[in-house]
T-cell receptor, first 115, second 114 residues
Framework: EPEVTQTPSHQVTQMGQEVILRCVPISNHLYFYWYRQILGQKVEFLVSFYNNEISEKSEIFDDQFSVERPDGSNFTLKIRSTKLEDSAMYFC?????????????FGDGTRLSIL | GENVEQHPSTLSVQEGDSAVIKCTYSDSASNYFPWYKQELGKGPQLIIDIRSNVGEKKDQRIAVTLNKTAKHFSLHITETQPEDSAVYFCASPTLTGTASKLTFGTGTRLQVTL
């Protein structure tokens, strides 16, 4: 069964450094998402992406964050200058369409630890 | 925005018993309700979903019921097994721009004991 894959599984970075999290969505999916989960809390929406542009972003997704689809398979999340509070699990998801009743499929996440 | 409440936060059942997790949502336009299972160190895995044109959907030992009038939906797991132990999240999508975003509940940690 096709799945969303994310790399790396764990990223340790010094505060203030840039980090790029990578995702390969399911191949025939057109909509891509990033979510965040702080330890012990619920999963929170960060951003949705379609047709090479951001569809929606949450208030968490400030100017330090950016997303890109650099080629036909990868979808990346960049944090320009990391802060301690960016430490969390970051999940990529994809769906075939963007409508309300389409399932979103998640990867296993990248654990980001900011020191 | 959408608000999703989930209860209970923890649930411990004996193997073979049933487990029920309940969620309420606020957006009356919502018409699709997925449930996700998250095992330790893994991402949320979609286990069952329901669309608003039906009141119940069943897949082997798991079922979801939906009450649109009351704006709540529930996950039912029968004949629980140790491998059902995980954190379960309900979610409700909201259409934003050209895509939808999921608002998750706060999660239920299910522990199935022998």
């Amino acid at each position: 069964e096709p799945e969303v894959t994310q790399t790396p599984s764990h990223q340790v970075t010094q505060m203030g450094q840039e980090v790029i999290l990578r995702c390969v969505p399911i191949s025939n999916h057109l909509y891509f998402y990033w979510y965040r989960q702080i330890l012990g809390q619920k999963v929170e929406f960060l951003v949705s992406f379609y047709n090479n542009e951001i569809s929606e972003k949450s208030e968490i997704f400030d100017d330090q964050f950016s997303v890109e689809r650099p080629d036909g398979s990868n979808f990346t999340l960049k944090i320009r200058s990391t802060k301690l509070e960016d430490s969390a699990m970051y999940f990529c998801a994809s769906s075939p369409q963007g409508s309300l009743n389409q399932p979103q499929h998640f990867g296993d996440g990248t654990r980001l630890s900011i020191l | 925005g959408e608000n999703v409440e989930q209860h209970p936060s923890t649930l411990s059942v004996q193997e073979g018993d049933s487990a029920v997790i309940k969620c309420t949502y606020s957006d009356s336009a919502s018409n699709y309700f997925p449930w996700y299972k998250q095992e330790l160190g893994k991402g949320p895995q979609l286990i069952i979903d329901i669309r608003s044109n039906v009141g119940e959907k069943k897949d082997q030992r798991i079922a979801v019921t939906l009450n649109k009038t009351a704006k709540h939906f529930s996950l039912h797991i029968t004949e629980t097994q140790p491998e059902d132990s995980a954190v379960y999240f309900c979610a409700s999508p909201t259409l934003t721009g050209t895509a939808s975003k999921l608002t998750f509940g706060t999660g239920t940690r299910l522990q199935v004991t022998l």
